[in-house]
């Protein structure tokens, strides 16, 4: 016969613990004698170790991020009859005498309503034009008086701005005189840098030829260069490029390098 494998003890069940009755016991020996003990008709309270439920706490809504009255929510409520408008809150559709009414009702705080001055004074766009362009006019006449005041040496032929109100016609008359004084004593200041820059290309080109710094040929190049350079901007500069040039003072415009990009442009 094959024998039978042998089960370890540890795996057979061992049955009920000894503790397990012992806790059993003596429970049912405490309800016996709390029973013997009350008198008949009065009703024992639970042994049950079961924790008494708490009430269950109110539902507190999330809070908005900013304050909607019901006739402004944050989605479009439609009328469940015609999808095509809005539901009206809080009743029904107003009437047209009480849509009269309400174009015509002050609220505190609120924009005017329409039909009153203030409703037509702000917004109108012609109002606003002349104010903006008043204002700014106004800002670019005294920004050039002032400017003209610290600059021009016949400021002080400028007349007064009362006298704008009793003799317009001559006070505007004056002023224009004074600016066209104004502009033909930046002409002739203009002509006399131009004139003093020139002569003094040709007080230098003078000086290499009675020294025979230079030959004739470079002499014309260099009055042609020089009248180009006083023709243009007025500016001058010396170019350092080589000794000789540095040694002889050689007057001629610099031109800025032109910048290419990838040769072509």
Do not use: C
Not at 44 to 55: F, G, Q
Not at 158 to 179: E, F, G, K, N, R
Not at 185 to 192: D, G, I, K, N, V
Not at 218 to 239: R, S
């Amino acid at each position: 016969m094959a024998s039978q494998p042998l089960i370890p003890p540890f795996l057979l069940p061992m049955g009920i613990s000894r503790r397990t009755l012992l806790f059993f016991a003596s429970r049912n020996a405490r309800q016996q004698q709390s029973s013997l003990q009350t008198p008949p008709g009065l009703r024992l309270k639970s042994t049950s170790t079961s924790k008494p439920t708490k009430p269950s706490a109110a539902r507190v809504l999330e809070k908005p991020d900013r304050f909607r009255p019901p006739s402004h929510p944050a989605r479009r409520v439609m009328n469940p009859r015609s999808s095509q408008q809005p539901r009206n809150y809080p009743g029904p559709r107003l009437s047209e005498a009480e849509l009269a009414e309400k174009k015509t009702k002050r609220y505190p705080n609120m924009f005017p309503p329409e039909g009153t001055v203030m409703h037509k004074f702000l917004t109108s766009r012609g109002i606003h034009v002349w104010i903006s362009m008043s204002v700014l006019l106004s800002l670019a006449t005294f920004t050039f008086t002032t400017n003209f005041k610290h600059t021009s040496p016949f400021a002080h032929l400028l007349p007064s701005w009362s006298q704008l109100l009793t003799h317009p016609i001559d006070t505007i008359s004056q002023v224009l005189a004074v600016l066209k004084m104004h502009a033909d004593h930046q002409t002739l200041e203009t002509a006399e840098k131009r004139k003093k820059k020139t002569d003094d290309v040709e007080k230098r080109r003078a000086y290499r030829q009675a020294h025979g710094l230079e030959k004739k040929e470079e002499a014309e190049e260099v009055e042609e260069e020089g009248d180009a350079a006083v023709a243009g901007d007025g500016q001058l500069a010396v170019d350092g490029a080589s000794g000789e040039n540095e040694e002889d003072g050689v007057v001629r415009e610099r031109r800025r390098p032109i910048k290419k990009w990838l040769g072509i442009w």
